[in-house]
């Protein structure tokens, strides 16, 4: 005889079945076949749902929109953004081993900030509360894990940064000379968006001054000089920027 088979692709299911098809009445009326058949589709459902009886996915999708199918799954490539199921499983963790940020459904992080991204080079774990939101509960402050930390294989040297959303290595020093301006007066750096400069003008021979009217930020990250007569398309003028953290 065959071995029966019977899955289920939800809990509420999974419930129904054993209290429909397996109910002790007296009557002697559950036969092998039957408890066969719901014992396999209790198996068959620990090992699809549960988090240890599983093995993870790896997903390389690129540019399109992934509804995961496994608790674990590590992303090599970069989907349009990630999805999951909100029926059977309760926790679900991601790998994100790209380069690049992906988009998901919301969760909320240990500060209780909804999040709709999961950042580039991080494993995130998020697990279902009673009023059917989804936390985060990994690399909270005082774990240790660590892992929000980017990848520090070639980044001797560097500085860490964040935008407030990922962590990255970046400088903290910047040179400039006239090429890198936009026009006469801008000098856009987008990686000092998040940051407040302190910038030394070479050919002056000493630094400029925000509140003596000599530069003013500008938006996006970088800087304008608004010194009388400045302008950078008629020398090679050189400057020193260094990056300094917003202040709180």
């Given at each position: 005889?065959?071995?029966?088979?019977?899955?289920?692709?939800?809990?509420?299911?999974?419930?129904?079945?054993?209290?429909?098809?397996?109910?002790?009445?007296?009557?002697r009326?559950?036969?092998?076949?039957?408890?066969?058949?719901?014992l396999?589709?209790?198996?068959?459902?620990?090992v699809?749902y549960?988090?240890?009886?599983?093995l993870?996915?790896?997903?390389?999708?690129?540019?399109?929109?992934?509804?995961?199918s496994?608790?674990i799954?590590?992303?090599t490539?970069a989907?349009?953004?990630?999805?999951?199921?909100?029926?059977?499983?309760?926790?679900?963790?991601?790998?994100?081993a790209?380069g690049?940020?992906?988009?998901?459904l919301?969760?909320?992080?240990?500060?209780?900030?909804?999040q709709?991204?999961?950042?580039?080079?991080t494993?995130?774990?998020?697990?279902?509360?009673?009023?059917?939101?989804?936390?985060q509960?990994?690399?909270?402050?005082?774990?240790?894990?660590?892992?929000?930390l980017?990848?520090?294989v070639?980044?001797?040297?560097?500085f860490?940064?964040?935008n407030?959303?990922?962590?990255?290595w970046?400088?903290?020093?910047v040179s400039i000379?006239?090429?890198?301006?936009?026009?006469?007066?801008n000098c856009?750096?987008?990686?000092a968006?998040?940051?407040t400069?302190?910038?030394?003008?070479?050919?002056?021979?000493?630094?400029?001054y925000?509140?003596?009217g000599?530069?003013?930020?500008?938006?996006?990250?970088g800087?304008?000089v608004t010194?009388?007569?400045?302008?950078?398309?008629?020398?090679?003028?050189h400057?020193e920027?260094?990056l300094?953290?917003?202040?709180a």
């Amino acid at each position: 005889m065959p071995i029966p088979s019977e899955t289920y692709s939800t809990m509420t299911q999974l419930v129904n079945a054993i209290n429909t098809k397996v109910i002790p009445n007296g009557m002697r009326e559950i036969d092998g076949e039957e408890l066969n058949n719901v014992l396999n589709g209790i198996c068959t459902f620990i090992v699809n749902y549960t988090m240890n009886g599983n093995l993870g996915a790896v997903n390389s999708s690129s540019g399109s929109v992934v509804t995961v199918s496994k608790p674990i799954t590590i992303f090599t490539g970069a989907p349009t953004s990630i999805a999951w199921n909100d029926d059977v499983q309760n926790e679900y963790i991601f790998v994100n081993a790209t380069g690049f940020d992906i988009p998901s459904l919301e969760f909320i992080d240990q500060y209780e900030t909804p999040q709709t991204v999961i950042p580039l080079r991080t494993a995130i774990h998020i697990a279902k509360l009673i009023n059917g939101s989804w936390a985060q509960v990994n690399n909270l402050p005082g774990s240790g894990s660590g892992g929000d930390l980017p990848s520090q294989v070639g980044n001797g040297g560097a500085f860490l940064t964040t935008n407030g959303t990922s962590a990255s290595w970046g400088a903290p020093h910047v040179s400039i000379t006239s090429s890198d301006f936009s026009d006469a007066t801008n000098c856009p750096i987008t990686d000092a968006e998040y940051n407040t400069l302190s910038i030394f003008f070479s050919e002056y021979g000493r630094f400029i001054y925000q509140d003596a009217g000599e530069w003013m930020p500008l938006a996006g990250g970088g800087f304008t000089v608004t010194i009388a007569g400045f302008d950078s398309t008629v020398g090679n003028f050189h400057f020193e920027v260094f990056l300094k953290p917003l202040a709180a």
